[in-house]
Nanobody
Framework: QVQLVESGGGWVPGGGSLTLSCAGQ?????MAWYRQVPGKQREFVAL???????KYQGSVRGRITIARNEANNIVYLQMNDLQPEDTAVYYC???????WGQGTQVTVGT
């Protein structure tokens, strides 16, 4: 397991932006972001491979960018034009070890 710590969540008005960060305590492989709302399954948001290839869920493509800082073991999720339906707890994940962070709440106002 790799310890992962998310930060950067909070409240933002509709149409606003937030950047989430996920810091790993050691070298990380491919990384992903998921989100979950109460009563629903956790859903995939985005993934970035070690060499920078990215994949996005259809509903966020064009509004969300995943990036990584290899030297500091940090993965970012830049989110623009946020909508109320983006409200969720966002989790980072390393698929290689199935490690998860504790989650960070994002709330988008109407």
């Amino acid at each position: 397991q790799v310890q992962l710590v998310e930060s950067g969540g909070g409240w933002v008005p509709g149409g606003g932006s937030l950047t989430l960060s996920c810091a790993g305590q050691e070298s990380i492989g491919a990384m992903a972001w998921y989100r979950q709302v109460p009563g629903k399954q956790r859903e995939f948001v985005a993934l970035i491979s070690r060499d920078g290839n990215t994949k996005y869920q259809g509903s966020v493509r064009g509004r969300i960018t995943i990036a990584r800082n290899e030297a500091n073991n940090i993965v970012y999720l830049q989110m623009n034009d946020l909508q109320p339906e983006d409200t969720a707890v966002y989790y980072c994940n390393e698929p290689r070890t199935d490690s998860w962070g504790q989650g960070t709440q994002v709330t988008v106002g109407t």
